[in-house]
């Protein structure tokens, strides 16, 4: 079982800055995207950023230009740098890994997620 741990959630002021950490442990043999989705009330959960392994990134509509995401492989963590927030950004963000585990199948994991609040 692969587990995640998100921090850095928050209240933030419109136009301020955030930054979210994802931790991933337990018997991975290799992380292959790695990324971060968000639900805001009465709303579908959607794509924020994903990463591929290789450093290939895609941004929701909604975030490109103000969010950028990043990756530690041997960290096996994933983090996402929040600029210029706007109300509407205000959700739960929840991390997502995807890979191989040790002697077993494929994960594809999500964080317990991490309560993003934008408001003055």
């Known amino acids: 079982q692969v587990q995640l741990v998100e921090s850095g959630g928050g209240l933030v002021q419109p136009g301020g800055s955030l930054r979210l950490s994802c931790a991933a442990s337990g018997r991975i043999l290799s992380m292959n995207r790695m990324g971060w989705y968000r639900q805001a009330p009465g709303k579908q959960r959607e794509l924020v950023a994903t990463?591929?392994?290789?450093?290939?990134?895609i941004y929701g509509d909604s975030v490109k230009g103000r969010f950028t995401s990043s990756r530690d492989n041997a960290k096996n963590t994933v983090y996402l740098q929040m600029n210029s927030l706007k109300p509407e950004d205000t959700a739960v963000y929840y991390c997502?890994?995807?890979?191989?585990?040790?002697?077993?199948?494929?994960?594809?994991?999500w964080g317990q997620g991490t309560q993003v609040i934008v408001s003055s």
């Open positions: 997502n890994a995807q890979g191989l585990m040790i002697l077993g199948p494929s994960f594809d994991s």
């Open positions: 990463i591929a392994r290789g450093g290939i990134t």
